[in-house]
């Protein structure tokens, strides 16, 4: 392991010199306070884990950290653009809530659509719960289940995806 990553110690003394710098850095090219902190807590973990890869030769600790955090939201600018944005809540509302004239499609449409949140891990679930069922703002959601923000964006993203791919596989055309 190189020699200024290689205990707890030196990463934490390596975050505290460098850490509000990164965050300044991936909040100006992210636009996202959480998304800057995931960018930063992401940027020690790719340090930490290519400590060997380290030569102070070639460069400052500074501005190897500084090209990794480039690198990660670099990434993460990439993957927002991937990503299409989550669907306005009377679209998932209408996902859940099946309005069929035939009172046996609506009983078979809400038991599939029970069937598949009950597929869903439970963070998933949880999430999807919360802003989509319940309306609740991202915000609010992630402080009290203590996620970065954008991680909640991602699990109610994919459970969105995973819940519309179960009921696809069950036979549900809405």
């Known amino acids: 392991m190189g020699a200024e990553l290689g205990d707890d110690r030196a990463v934490s003394d390596a975050y505290a ?12 090219l992210l636009q996202d306070r959480a998304g800057a902190e995931d960018a930063v807590q992401e940027t020690f973990v790719r340090a930490w884990r290519s400590t ?7 460069g400052s600790l ?8 480039r690198n990660v939201c670099t990434d993460a600018a990439l993957a927002r ?3 299409p944005a989550p669907q306005d809540r ?3 509302t209408a996902l859940f809530v099946a309005q069929p004239q035939d009172p046996v499609e609506t009983v078979l449409a809400d038991w599939m659509a029970e069937e598949a949140l009950r597929r869903l891990s439970p963070e998933h679930r949880e999430a999807l719960l919360h802003v989509h069922l ?6 609010g959601v992630a402080a009290e ?3 970065p923000e954008s991680t909640l964006r991602s699990r ?7 819940v519309r791919l179960g009921m696809e596989e069950m036979g549900w055309s809405g």
């Open 90 to 92: 009377e679209v998932v």
């Open 52 to 58: 060997a890869r380290f030569d102070p030769a070639r």
């Open 134 to 139: 319940l309306g609740r703002d991202y915000a």
């Open 17 to 28: 010199a460098h850490g509000p710098e990164l965050y300044r850095l991936a909040y100006r």
């Open 62 to 69: 500074r501005t190897w950290l500084f090209a990794i955090a």
């Open 156 to 162: 109610v993203y994919y459970a969105l995806r995973a």
């Open 81 to 83: 653009t991937r990503r």
């Open 145 to 147: 289940l203590g996620v």
